[in-house]
């Protein structure tokens, strides 16, 4: 009680001896009179915030340069924050903790964001005008890296998260032929979409985010060169193991070359040759059928196409 | 230097505006009628005059690097600072010429618990506390490496207290040498020979 006493003479006395108190000591003043006490409600009325000397034209970007937290008297807005008391209003800004509590934004206001991006405007560089386009960027830049930062607030600024680096390409920017695109495929499983033709590599296996993204390059790489290489067991590749329908050397036109013979035989027509038969249209139409059906599937154009080409193989007009 | 002259021969033909360096930025692509002095140079339709020296700016040697997309998942406790984030991080975008592509807000994930009431037994009455995460997603598009570095650095040094961040970055790139042919083909005649790197 003392102590306070001799604070309130003093501060008192300093208010009398300085007539322009500077905000700074009026904010003390403040702090420390809102303790309860007939005595700091007098000291304040004493003396006026600084929102009543501010113009209204006045720069506020020197008013709250940096984030900083409200202070009720370097505000000059009438603003009331927190739950409002029975048939009454809620609480205004003086000694109001949750206008404190939350993140303003009063350092940030328009005019102080384009100054500050004005200054920054000369760090910046264009983007290329050659590449307006998302087509254009792939045509010139196949390869995508993905990495993502995070930023919050905690013990660590570390997050083990930032290490992954994800590679796309698109196989069609490679540089392979028919046996390597088959063979990378095979290699690279599950990694691969069919529908947008896309390789994606996720690397998370290095401690780092430089050694993960060298380590996607080295598995491109590898990949790449090992797609290109034929080994002796390849030749072993089955009929199973096939990507897509291939017609020729297999059931389909065995069955459909001894059909065709059996009814020349019957016609006794003199021996046609397996070539002429297979060059022949009817039986390039059974095999383009044929194809689509087994590698696109069964829609209504391949199977009326297939029934097409089948009543031509087989001469019969009779049937729709 | 190679990726220099790849620079060169794509930049072929399109005006490039004069470039101005970052506190550590990359050298911009190059029109032909180059080795200026400090490398930087006037592209053919804007600038009429040379723009006053920055001092703190300094040119580096290294090609620029290309981010396709930039996306910024702003994650927070209250929609009201989001907002607002958001405000001021478009604001920031448009003033330095970056394109925002889209500006959404997925839905907000509460997370619940259910915890004892009491110190002691009472497992009747429990009480229940729930976290409310709030998202804004930003995304930017065709930033230069020079500028998502300012725009980031800007934009993550003013994030409010108790907001959290994740910036994912696209870059793009050409293939990298080795892979644009087969190297069996340049080899020597020994089979199997040294693995590839």
Request: hydrophobic fraction near 35%; aromatic fraction near 8%.
């Amino acid at each position: 009680m003392q102590l306070l006493f001799q604070r309130w003479r003093q501060q008192v006395a300093a208010y009398f001896s300085t007539p322009a108190a500077s905000s700074r000591e009026a904010q003390q003043r403040e702090v420390s009179t809102r303790r309860r006490g007939r005595m700091s409600q007098l000291i304040r009325s004493h003396i006026p915030p600084r929102t009543e000397r501010m113009a209204v034209d006045q720069d506020w970007s020197s008013v709250y340069p940096t984030a900083a937290a409200f202070k009720p008297a370097s505000v000059p807005l009438p603003i009331r924050m927190g739950y409002p008391v029975k048939g009454g209003v809620p609480p205004p800004k003086e000694g109001n903790l949750e206008l404190i509590k939350i993140p303003n934004f009063l350092h940030l206001t328009p005019p102080a964001i384009k100054k500050h991006c004005a200054a920054l405007r000369d760090f910046c560089t264009e983007w290329p005008s050659a590449l307006d386009g998302d087509e254009k960027c792939e045509q010139h830049f196949p390869v995508e890296i993905e990495t993502v930062d995070y930023v919050s607030a905690g013990t660590s600024i570390r997050n083990p998260k930032a290490r992954i680096v994800t590679l796309r390409v698109k196989l069609s920017n490679l540089n392979l032929d028919d046996h390597a695109k088959k063979k990378l495929i095979k290699l690279v499983g599950k990694r691969y979409c069919k529908d947008t033709d896309v390789l994606t590599i996720i690397t998370d296996r290095c401690p780092l985010r430089r050694q993960n993204y060298d380590y996607g390059i080295h598995l491109l790489t590898v990949l790449y060169h090992e797609s290109w290489k034929t080994e002796a067991w390849e030749s072993e590749k089955t009929e199973e193991d096939m990507e897509e329908y291939i017609w020729e050397n297999s059931s389909s036109q065995k069955n459909a070359l001894d059909t065709l013979l059996q009814i020349k035989a019957t016609e006794n027509v003199s021996n046609v040759t397996k070539e002429e038969l297979l060059a022949s249209e009817v039986v390039r139409n059974y095999r383009n059928s044929v194809i689509a059906l087994k590698n696109e599937g069964e829609t209504e154009s391949n199977m009326s196409q297939y029934k097409e080409s089948v009543k031509k193989l087989l001469n019969i007009q009779a049937l729709p | 230097m190679a990726a220099r002259c790849l620079w060169r021969r794509l930049c072929q033909g399109s005006s490039f505006p004069v470039s101005y360096a970052s506190r550590v930025m990359q050298k911009q692509c190059f029109l032909p009628n180059m080795d200026l002095v400090g490398g930087r140079f006037s592209g053919s339709h804007v600038h009429t005059e040379e723009p006053k020296t920055n001092p703190l700016v300094s040119i580096s040697d290294e090609p620029e690097v290309l981010y396709r997309r930039l996306s910024l998942l702003v994650k927070g406790h209250d929609r009201a600072v989001l907002d607002s984030y958001e405000y001021f991080a478009v604001l920031a975008a448009k003033e330095l010429g970056i394109t925002v592509e889209k500006v959404h807000k997925p839905p907000k994930k509460i997370e619940r618990l259910t915890l004892l009431k009491s110190v002691h037994i009472y497992k009747k009455h429990r009480v229940q506390y729930e976290m409310r995460t709030h998202y804004t997603c930003l995304e930017l598009k065709h930033l230069t490496g020079s500028t998502a570095a300012v725009y980031l650095e800007y934009v993550e040094r003013n994030l409010p207290e108790g907001v959290a961040m994740e910036v994912k970055k696209t870059k793009i790139e050409k293939i990298p040498e080795h892979i644009q042919e087969p190297v069996w083909d340049t080899l020597p005649q020994v089979e199997e020979a040294e693995v590839k790197s």
